[in-house]
T-cell receptor
Framework: QQQVKQSPQSLIVQKGGISIINCAYE??????FPWYQQFPGKGPALLIA?????SEKKEGRFTISFNKSAKQFSLHIMDSQPGDSATYFC??????????FGTGTRLKVLA | KAGVTQTPRYLIKTRGQQVTLSCSPI?????VSWYQQTPGQGLQFLFE???????NKGNFPGRFSGRQFSNSRSEMNVSTLELGDSALYLC??????????????FGEGSRLTVL
């Protein structure tokens, strides 16, 4: 099975707070785990990605935590801003571009 | 560089008709993937082409087909449309041939409504 399970489905956070989105995968052949951010009316755009040989990757306010043994990874958005309000998708992939995406998390950051 | 361009952006069809969607990748990108996006289902992989060859196909019925031309432009076709085919169809291109070394660049999608 190649599912990627993503939670929560929606998330409301106060400005300045921490947003946390979790994903779990089943396919141990996955060796690339990107997160995509999508604004209304736009296509998804790569936010940050990690490979399973590292446990954490940080880019600015965005951090991926990766737990290979548990087959889980999460996105942390520190100091969340209203401009971060978007839908976030996690994904797993290997080899060619057949990504399996999670079902998405709609994040709303209150001003 | 221009981004991924998808046409048409919006279209309305009736059940039983067929539709063709077009995607122009970023210049120099040879890999083109197609995804179907629906509320609650997220993005579901349709197929991926590299240098005119289909390398991967998702779990969609044979009514969904695609092709890639020598200039890397791609089209997807859906025949005998059903109500459940209403969705946003996203095209994505990538420069490299392996997911481990490149990122997907998505277009803004073609929103198909089937009545």
């Amino acid at each position: 099975q190649q599912q990627v399970k993503q939670s929560p489905q929606s998330l409301i956070v106060q400005k300045g707070g921490i947003s946390i989105i979790n994903c779990a995968y089943e396919n141990t052949a996955f060796d690339y785990f990107p997160w995509y951010q999508q604004f209304p009316g736009k296509g998804p755009a790569l936010l940050i990605a990690i490979r399973p040989d590292v446990s954490e990757k940080k880019e600015g306010r965005f951090t991926i935590s990766f737990n290979k043994s548990a087959k889980q990874f999460s996105l942390h958005i520190m100091d969340s801003q209203p401009g971060d309000s978007a839908t976030y998708f996690c994904a797993g992939g290997s080899g060619t571009y057949k990504y399996i995406f999670g079902t998405g998390t709609r994040l709303k950051v209150l001003a | 560089k221009a981004g991924v361009t998808q046409t048409p952006r919006y279209l309305i069809k009736t059940r039983g008709q067929q539709v063709t969607l077009s995607c122009s990748p970023i210049s120099g990108h040879r890999s083109v993937s197609w995804y179907q996006q629906t509320p609650g289902q997220g993005l579901q992989f349709l197929f991926e082409y590299f240098s005119e060859t289909q390398r991967n196909k998702g779990n969609f019925p044979g009514r969904f087909s695609g092709r890639q031309f020598s200039n890397s432009r791609s089209e997807m076709n859906v025949s005998t449309l059903e109500l459940g085919d209403s969705a946003l169809y996203l095209c994505a291109s990538s420069e490299r041939g392996n997911a481990n070394t490149g990122e997907l660049f998505f277009g803004e999608g073609s929103r198909l409504t089937v009545l």
